[in-house]
């Protein structure tokens, strides 16, 4: 027969190699989170010339004031979106903080025009753009190349 000691030491075993297999499993777990939040911050990399992204930035920008005539709220909101995205991507060309800080602020105003167009709401969206416009103007103040005087 199977005498209760022995069946309590056989399940204090189990209970030990049990809690060792999840004591594995969250360990496992927590390294894989750490790899993920390893790629979200340095395993980007941007394969296009920044210039590139600025020209499509700028004509989608550029088309945004005939859309607000039209009262195309919907096309802008989405436009909007996108343009976050591409000052999301932007902050990615340069590890200095200032760069990443104008890029970031182009990211949250567009975010903001993204719903002030959700909203239809012409005069919000005509302010978010000429603080938009001032914010593209500063970093390439600082950022970009002049063009030589011709
Ligand atoms: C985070 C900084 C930053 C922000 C914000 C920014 N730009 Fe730029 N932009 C640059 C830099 C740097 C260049 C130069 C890129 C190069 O020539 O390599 C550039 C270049 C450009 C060019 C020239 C592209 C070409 O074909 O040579 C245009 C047009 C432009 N940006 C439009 C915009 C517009 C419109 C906005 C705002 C919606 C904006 N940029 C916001 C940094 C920025």
Known sequence: M???????????TVAVLGGAYLGFLSLAGGAGRAEEKAGD?????????????MKHAD???GGLDKKLEKKQF????KEAQFLAELSNLAAQYKTEEDFKKFANTGKDLFLQLSQASGKK?????KILMDKIDKNCEACHDKYKEKEEKK
Request: hydrophobic fraction near 45%; charged fraction near 20%; proline fraction near 8%.
């Open 74 to 77: 919907l096309a802008i909101k």
């Open 121 to 125: 709401d012409a005069g919000e969206v």
């Open 2 to 12: 199977f005498p209760q000691w022995r069946s309590k030491y056989l399940s204090a």
């Open 59 to 61: 004509d989608i920008f």
């Open 41 to 53: 911050s340095g395993g980007y990399k941007p394969v296009a010339p920044l210039e590139v992204v």
